[in-house]
């Protein structure tokens, strides 16, 4: 079991998962840290930031990247490039498991080899 903490798990986090913990009250940070049984770090991009704050007020979201240690990354990406092609790029680039409730986004992700992360209903994590 060592040898299995040593090995990090990288996950880039979209906004609409972001949003599950606050929506549903599921803790995800922690139910991906069970489930890898692991160290996971987490990472967001600027826009996914900015995408969540749309939706939840600033003062209530930077305490929760700040518990779990949510990275934001600092990336150039040209000025006109969506967003989700943004998460797919860097998850494909960095090797990170990429964390969304949309569908259109994982296929596109499993199309690229990328392995995405995803909740069921009832709040069951599920790795593609």
């Known amino acids: 079991m060592k040898e299995n903490n040593k ?8 906004s609409n998962f972001i949003l599950a913990i606050f929506n ?13 049984f692991r160290k996971v770090e987490f990472y967001i991009i ?10 939840i007020e600033k003062s209530k979201i930077l305490p929760v990247l700040e518990k779990f ?8 990406f040209p000025r006109k490039m969506k967003v ?9 680039e960095q090797g990170m498991y990429l964390a969304t409730l949309d569908r259109k986004l994982r296929h596109r992700a499993k ?11 009832g709040g069951k994590i599920l790795v593609i």
């Open 7 to 14: 090995i990090k798990v990288k996950v880039l986090l979209d």
């Open 69 to 76: 240690k949510i990275n934001l990354l600092h990336i150039e």
């Open 111 to 121: 199309e690229l080899g990328i392995k995405t992360i995803t909740l069921t209903k």
């Open 46 to 55: 600027p826009d996914t930031l900015s995408e969540v704050c749309q939706v």
């Open 84 to 92: 989700d092609d943004k998460l797919l790029k860097v998850a494909e």
């Open 24 to 36: 549903y009250k599921w803790n995800v940070f922690s139910m991906l840290l069970d489930f890898f």
